[in-house]
């Protein structure tokens, strides 16, 4: 996946995508911009494997879709260290600058702020291990000691 393929999604397509407008991510991505060109390194560094457009792209996939670094750098064909860094790098960017926070908990529980129209809730089911029907009995041969090593 390139940048060039994704600057041609429709702007409802984008947010579809990556959870904001793409005026925020451009908004996003002129503030790091800035941000690396204010905190530059002395020394000269290899030419990252994405640009900062893609890295800010990756970190909003990974923010969307909760998906494995794995899963993110075989999409991007970048090794998953290298995922790994940019999201943290970018997320620690993003909030040094402050300028994309939502507001906090206490903002809400103030009430400054208007009603909330929405509310998400991680409801992930996990699954948990029932016995089957006749696992009283292996487990109750399995603590005489006749459980032979064949089972």
């Not at 998953?80 to 926070?101: A, K, N, Y």
């Not at 009430?111 to 089911?125: A, F, I, N, R, W």
């Not at 699954?127 to 459980?147: A, M």
Request: aromatic fraction near 10%.
């Amino acid at each position: 996946m390139k940048y060039e393929y994704i600057e041609k999604f429709n702007p409802r397509a984008f947010k579809r995508r990556f959870g904001v407008r793409k005026k925020t991510f451009q908004s996003m991505v002129k503030a790091i911009k800035s941000f690396r060109h204010i905190n530059k390194r002395s020394h000269k560094s290899a030419k990252p494997a994405l640009d900062i457009e893609e890295q800010v792209l990756v970190t909003l996939e990974y923010w969307r879709e909760y998906r494995t670094y794995f899963h993110i750098a075989t999409s991007w064909g970048v090794s998953e260290p290298t995922i790994c860094r940019i999201v943290h790098r970018v997320e620690l960017e993003l909030m040094r600058l402050g300028m994309f926070r939502l507001p906090g908990k206490k903002a809400l529980l103030k009430g400054g702020l208007s009603q909330p129209k929405v509310v998400v809730m991680d409801v992930t089911e996990t699954p948990i291990e029932r016995p089957k029907r006749k696992q009283k009995e292996f487990t109750q041969v399995r603590k005489n000691g006749t459980h032979s090593k064949a089972n």
